[in-house]
């Protein structure tokens, strides 16, 4: 799952022109953007939702290590989307309530799920470990970044939590701004790895058919 050079400069092109466009909405409107439901809560609903179409198709048309982890990746990220969406801003007060109870109930059932089908599917999982561990695995870093990129943001939406509330002089007034922009980065490093992932099953594919197709060409005598 190795990124290519000129999709990697596109994908830093995208996320440099999207994460300038937000920040200098944000410094020149004096507008909080970054509220629920906001331009950038529905931009991450956005590309989580495209992330959880690629991981699917992949899921739908490999075999073997990949539709395992596109299925495995597939479900963490319906996990974050549905983490995402407030439900609150569209229901009825009475239905908040049981609509709340019913997400959580969701994805500890989709979470249980897919751990036990990672599980049973142990050795693609140790082949992954082990691929991790070689000197080759720094070029699938969209797979190892989304993650710490999502640790900071849930970092600095904590700390802005706690000197709010404790009403500290080391209050930061824009921490929840960037703690979402933190968390729109991790969810497009995301997207990049749903990319990645697809184009790996396309390359495994092509392999495969190669490889039938040579195993069953007439031999000369």
């Not at 693609?124 to 561990?133: A, E, F, G, N």
């Not at 495994?204 to 069953?216: I, V, W, Y």
């Amino acid at each position: 799952m190795s990124s290519d050079p000129k999709s990697s400069r596109g994908f830093f092109l995208i996320v440099v022109l999207v994460n300038a466009g937000l920040v200098a909405w944000w410094w020149l409107s004096q507008q909080q953007i970054s509220h629920e439901n906001g331009p950038i809560e529905n931009l991450q609903a956005i590309t989580l939702l495209v992330t959880f179409a690629l991981f699917c198709m992949t899921a739908a048309k490999d075999s073997g290590v990949v539709r395992t982890a596109a299925i495995a990746l597939a479900a963490s990220s319906f996990l974050l989307l549905v983490r995402e969406i407030d439900l609150r801003a569209y229901i009825a007060p009475e239905w908040r309530v049981t609509a709340s109870a019913g997400a959580k109930q969701l994805m500890w059932l989709v979470a249980a799920s897919t751990l036990v089908y990672v599980l049973t599917r142990y050795r693609h999982l140790l082949k992954v470990i082990r691929s991790s561990l070689t000197p080759e695995a720094w070029k699938a870093w969209a797979f190892y970044l989304w993650l710490p990129l999502l640790i900071v943001s849930q970092l600095i939406e904590e700390w802005t939590d706690v000197t709010r509330l404790d009403d500290r002089y080391a209050y930061w007034a824009s921490g929840q701004f960037w703690e979402e922009i933190f968390e729109l980065n991790a969810y497009l490093v995301f997207l990049y790895t749903a990319y990645l992932l697809k184009i790996a099953g396309r390359r495994s594919r092509a392999a495969r058919a190669s490889a039938d197709a040579m195993r069953h060409a007439p031999r000369s005598n």
